[in-house]
């Protein structure tokens, strides 16, 4: 990539990335398929207040199960309405309530600034769950691309730090390996190019940081990975990043850990939240591992 930019001129190329960066659309006839109460609220951390919405429906009930929600898109784009999309479907299907969190993306908060933000919503979601009506005892971490190395790298701080254990953690095509140049890595699908993926880590993360078991959590120290909470781990046969994330979730199953793994062949990256052949499939299985959690 020749000499890395400064900060200053990623903020400047990443306007240009981000037009690239995979969406879909969403009609109102497919929200009010799924109605629901959507509420923002503005959480503290230590990066400033979070921009959150709380997704709940009146069956919710007042001890309800808190799933908290980690959008993807490469660590650089912020909340979509496939993602507010998802969380109306979770909320109907589970009866549980959601926070979906848009978090700080970089450039602009480079590492580790989004995961600190995620990492206090979710502290902070447990210790005010009489004010969100959840049960402190079932929250789950749920997370998509970016946002399920988010859900891995969480579990870890709250076990470092103490805290409460999570009831279960999801986490759809996740990159776990940011040190490995995207271009050495076997090579599945074309859903996210090799120049974009660069793009997409240096944009994220200092050259220095790559390795940090917080941003890689691929080469984290045995330790931190036991009594690593259930989890499902989906991946996508026609994307790169599946080769990794089956390799961390062997490494967990190899320490001990309840791990639920499956592959959806013949599908690429982001398939589960933008709504592609296969996603009715992985998120039934989503909602069954949630319920059998509970």
Not at 159 to 183: A, H, I, Q, W
Not at 243 to 269: S, W
Request: charge should be negative.
């Amino acid at each position: 990539m020749g000499e890395i930019p400064t900060r200053e001129e990623m903020i400047r190329m990443v306007a240009e990335t981000r037009k690239h960066v995979t969406s879909a659309t969403v009609t109102p006839e497919e929200m009010n398929e799924f109605p629901a109460e959507v509420k923002k609220m503005l959480i503290p951390t230590r990066e400033g207040d979070s921009e959150t919405y709380l997704t709940s429906m009146e069956e919710s009930g007042d001890c309800s199960p808190l799933v908290i929600n980690f959008h993807g898109g490469g660590f650089i784009r912020s909340r979509t309405e496939s993602d507010e999309l998802f969380c109306r479907r979770m909320t109907r299907a589970l009866k549980c309530r959601v926070l979906d969190v848009d978090y700080r993306v970089a450039p602009e908060y480079p590492f580790p600034a989004g995961l600190h933000e995620s990492y206090d919503v979710t502290v902070w979601a447990w210790e005010h769950a009489r004010e969100l009506y959840i049960d402190p005892d079932k929250i789950i971490l749920m997370g998509h691309s970016a946002g399920g190395n988010f859900v891995v790298g969480i579990s870890m701080m709250l076990k470092e730090n103490g805290k409460f254990r999570p009831l279960g953690v999801v986490s759809d095509y996740p990159p776990m390996d940011l040190v490995t140049d995207p271009g050495d890595k076997v090579q599945r699908g074309t859903v996210i190019p090799v120049e974009r993926a660069r793009l997409y880590n240096l944009y994220y993360c200092d050259k220095e940081q790559l390795g940090s078991p917080y941003a890689s959590p691929l080469f984290a120290k045995d330790e931190m990975l036991a009594g690593f909470p259930k989890s499902l781990f989906i991946t996508a046969g026609e994307d790169t990043l599946c080769t990794e994330t089956e390799q961390f979730a062997l490494r967990l199953a190899q320490l001990g850990n309840e791990v639920t793994l499956k592959r959806f062949q013949g599908v690429g990256h982001a398939f589960t939240i933008y709504r592609r052949p296969g996603y009715e499939e992985a998120n039934e299985l989503i909602f069954r591992f949630v319920r059998n959690l509970l």
